[in-house]
């Protein structure tokens, strides 16, 4: 039976943004931080997932955040394999405060990727052995991030060139690099005076080196509705609902 896995973090500066708490990309960094040192303890780490060929990728995250840490805060993170089949799996996280409040908490779909065809690929055994997580013949699929609205017009669109230093060791634009880009679209006082609350974001096509992405934004009352582009290809849909920040 999976265990949950545990390790400390300290909220260091550059892991924060202008509000002095854990920034949304840090957040999904620390998560799969905490993942990845498991799966290193395990001997199922990066370097096994590559040497056969094959690497991770994330299909969507749906997240709660009670409370943004903030610069110097000790924190614990947890992550815990929850249920696989031959083809995906499911994967809890949790950022706890010293008091053990749970700060965010993440559900997470992954999927294997043959990395040289792009295709999917079954979960090698030694992996599911290891984790030891619930297996199952099928995978519940998670709720659809809100689309945005026809009649209503989006509010801002961005273009950015994929850079170098986007991509990760799977040869496509690291996940957290998504919420750079939704984020930067918002205005910047409604981001510094609004606390993310939920947030459900699904990750429909990878994005490459060189390629240009399209961030689109449309703001509701207490909501944002994204949608990131590859050329015609969609590549993301979020949707993040906020309430008034806090000191």
């Known amino acids: ?27 999904f960094n620390l998560a799969v931080l905490s993942s990845t040192q498991q799966s290193v303890d395990l001997e199922v780490g990066p370097d096994f997932v590559h040497a056969q060929g094959i ?13 943004r840490p903030k610069i110097g805060e000790n924190l614990t993170l947890q992550t815990l394999a ?36 792009r295709r999917m690929a079954r979960i090698p055994q030694e992996m599911v052995d290891a984790y030891e ?5 099928k995978i519940p699929r998670q709720p659809e991030p809100q689309h945005m609205i026809a009649d209503i ?6 273009e950015y060139v994929v850079r170098y230093l986007d991509i990760d060791s799977n040869q496509h634009v690291n996940n957290s690099k998504y919420f750079d880009w ?21 990750y429909e096509h990878e994005v490459l080196l060189g390629d240009t992405i399209k961030s689109e934004a449309q703001t509701l009352e207490d909501a944002t ?3 990131i ?9 979020a949707a993040i609902e906020w309430t008034n920040a806090e000191n």
């Open 1 to 27: 039976m999976a265990e949950i896995y545990s390790m400390q973090h300290q909220v260091l500066y550059y892991e924060a943004d202008v509000t002095g708490k854990l920034s949304l990309p840090m957040i």
């Open 55 to 67: 690497g991770w990728i994330i299909l969507q995250h749906m997240v709660e955040i009670n409370r």
């Open 82 to 117: 929850k249920e696989f089949n031959p083809f995906f799996a499911k994967r809890m996280y949790r950022i706890l405060d010293e008091a053990g409040n749970v700060l965010v908490e993440i559900d997470a779909l992954y999927a294997m990727i043959d990395m040289e065809r």
């Open 133 to 137: 997580p619930e297996r199952v013949k």
């Open 153 to 158: 017009p989006v509010d801002v669109t961005q």
């Open 182 to 202: 939704i984020q930067d679209v918002l205005d910047h006082d409604f981001v510094k005076t609004h606390e993310p609350k939920r947030l459900n974001i699904k």
């Open 225 to 227: 509705i994204h949608r």
């Open 229 to 237: 582009w590859s050329g015609d290809t969609l590549s993301a849909e």
